[in-house]
């Protein structure tokens, strides 16, 4: 497994096309240049073994060796051993709305992308918590099992979209009887559903289903994403707005946070309902309300004793600049015999 430790460092590889573009300018400065001194016929005899491929190959060969330089800053590592990890944590399923009505932009930039902001602020401020992760609309999926690789579970939320469930809906209950089966045995005192909707519940089986979780010890914790207002559910093609869903009757639907679904939900699952319009609030509140329950100890495989592999890019990128430094720009007699570019009939 890699890792990076100085990931700023890749800023450093904006200087080669910074030298590309002086290498262009210089070439077409040095042949006007050369244009007002003599003809062309003439410079060919004044320096016959002037070669255009060695001076491209002289520049490629400087981008490799300032390509180089900065990987070795950014010093890659590699984890050499997998170890068994002991540690405290609170299992935790995300279940997040990608039904159509989360389109809606009551809330910037919408309410799917605010969404996936909280759950990733959410999985920034943990320690040693478990997570998974549940999509659901007209039907629920199971997007992520419980895990403790944080890296991959806010990968597998930002490609989290509206058109990866083809049922339409919002089927709640379906995704808190999904998160049922995301833990290891139903002794753990320690599970945590958290909810991120706009409240539309469609099948109406939600309070049912959630005080059936309380019964087991499940807690759910609900975040309406949206405004109480409303707002419209825009139709884009390539990020341009082409029209808004209508109903039946042609006339514009308008999607609305229904926080009273979600903070019964939460009422009967022996949790909270938090508006998710503040961030920093919801992290806040969320992060409480873990710390007060009981932490169950679990294994993890962990990639471990990371060792530096920047030497390798260091020594490759000095050995380049070297031969950069002895790399003559004239011609060589096998490179006379390949004429590349036609340079011979110049």
């Not at 926080?259 to 909270?272: M, S």
């Not at 890019?313 to 015999?337: M, Y």
């Amino acid at each position: 497994m890699f890792r990076l430790d100085e990931k700023i460092w890749f800023w450093t590889l904006l200087v080669i096309p910074v030298i590309i573009l002086l290498f262009i300018l210089l070439q077409i400065w040095r042949r006007s240049a050369q244009k007002k001194f003599a003809d062309s016929g003439l410079l060919n005899r004044l320096s016959p073994n002037q070669s255009v491929f060695k001076s491209i190959l002289k520049v490629l060969v400087l981008c490799g060796a300032f390509a180089c330089l900065s990987l070795a800053l950014v010093n890659p590592k590699i984890g050499t051993k997998l170890e068994t990890v002991r540690s405290q944590g609170v299992d935790i399923v995300f279940a997040v709305d990608v039904s159509k009505s989360m389109l809606a932009e009551d809330i910037a930039p919408n309410r799917l992308e605010k969404s996936k902001q909280l759950v990733t602020q959410i999985i920034n401020s943990l320690a040693s918590d478990r997570v998974g992760i549940i999509a659901y609309a007209g039907k629920a999926f199971p997007q992520l099992p419980i895990t403790t690789d944080y890296a991959s579970a806010k990968m597998f939320l930002q490609n989290m979209n509206t058109d990866m469930l083809s049922s339409q809906g919002t089927a709640i209950s379906e995704a808190i009887q999904l998160a049922k089966t995301y833990y290891d045995n139903e002794e753990q005192a320690n599970r945590v559903l958290i909810i991120i909707s706009d409240g539309e519940d469609h099948d109406g089986e939600a309070l049912d289903i959630a005080e059936e979780a309380n019964e087991q010890g499940i807690r759910i914790l609900t975040i309406g994403v949206g405004n109480t207002k409303g707002g419209p559910i825009p139709i884009k093609r390539n990020g341009v707005i082409l029209n808004y869903k209508k109903d039946n009757k042609g006339e514009t639907v308008i999607t609305r946070l229904d926080e009273t679904t979600l903070k019964d939900i939460a009422a009967e699952a022996n949790g909270v309902y938090i508006n998710g319009s503040n961030t920093a609030k919801v992290v806040e509140t969320i992060k409480s309300e873990l710390d007060k329950m009981d932490k169950q100890e679990f294994e993890s495989k962990q990639i471990a004793d990371f060792k530096d592999q920047f030497q390798w890019f260091l020594g490759l990128g000095i050995l380049l600049l070297f031969i950069e430094i002895f790399f003559l720009e004239r011609k060589t007699a096998w490179l006379k015999k390949l004429n590349l570019f036609n340079e011979a009939n110049i």
